[in-house]
Every structure is written in structure tokens, then in C-alpha cells.
Nanobody, 116 residues
Framework: QVQLVESGGGLVQPGGSLRLSCAAS????????MGWYRQAPGKQRELVAT???????SVVDSVKGRFTISRDNAKNTVYLQMNSLKPDDTAVYYC??????????WGQGTQVTVSS
């Protein structure tokens, strides 16, 4: 089992920035990749960004050029730097870990609200 704890959400004005953090513990060796998902009210949870154990990253088109995912292996922590935030980015953001069983490890979620 992998435990994930997110932090860094909050209220920000359009055009602002936030950095989310996700600290992993437990069976760290079983993690193949880490990712950030988000779920807006009334919408399905969507994958936003991933980073592999080797450091390869990917982000969805809707956040490309604005969001950056990174990881600090020494701290077992993954970050999501979010710049130029838009109201459409408002959602609960979840950290997840990919193991051989799939994306089956989740944090508790952190609320990001973009509003003036």
C-alpha cells in the first residue's frame, strides 16, 4: 500500500499560480509513475499530468504551457506547478500512484479554486 498526502491548494485569482505537493510513503518501491488528476463539480475525474519513475513527464493539452509536473526522489514528493490559472482549472486535485495494479492509490484531494 502507498500512502499519499497532498497539500498546497487554495483560492487564487485568475492568472495566479499555485504549487501542489504530494508526499508518498509506504511501498514506494512499487510505484512506476505518479500523477495528478482533477475533478470539477459535475464532471468526471481527469488525468492532468504524469511523471514516470525515470522522470519522463506528460501533461494534457488543456494545461500545456501552464502546468509543470516534477518529482524529488530524495523526498518521495511530486509537485504540480500551476501558472496562469483559469476559472476552468477549479477542481479538487488528487495525487495518484501507478503500480502494477493500476492507478489504485489516491490522496485525499486538495481544493483549488480560481476566482476573482
Amino acid at each position: 500500500q502507498v500512502q499519499l498526502v497532498e497539500s498546497g491548494g487554495g483560492l487564487v485569482q485568475p492568472g495566479g499560480s499555485l504549487r501542489l505537493s504530494c508526499a508518498a510513503s509506504g511501498r514506494i518501491f512499487s510505484i512506476n509513475a505518479m500523477g495528478w488528476y482533477r475533478q470539477a463539480p459535475g464532471k468526471q475525474r481527469e488525468l492532468v499530468a504524469t511523471v514516470s519513475s525515470g522522470g519522463s513527464t506528460s501533461v494534457v493539452d488543456s494545461v500545456k504551457g501552464r502546468f509543470t509536473i516534477s518529482r524529488d526522489n530524495a523526498k518521495n514528493t511530486v509537485y504540480l506547478q500551476m501558472n496562469s490559472l483559469k476559472p476552468d482549472d477549479t477542481a479538487v486535485y488528487y495525487c495518484s500512484a501507478l503500480t502494477t495494479l493500476g492507478w489504485n492509490n489516491w490522496g485525499q484531494g486538495t481544493q483549488v479554486t480560481v476566482s476573482s
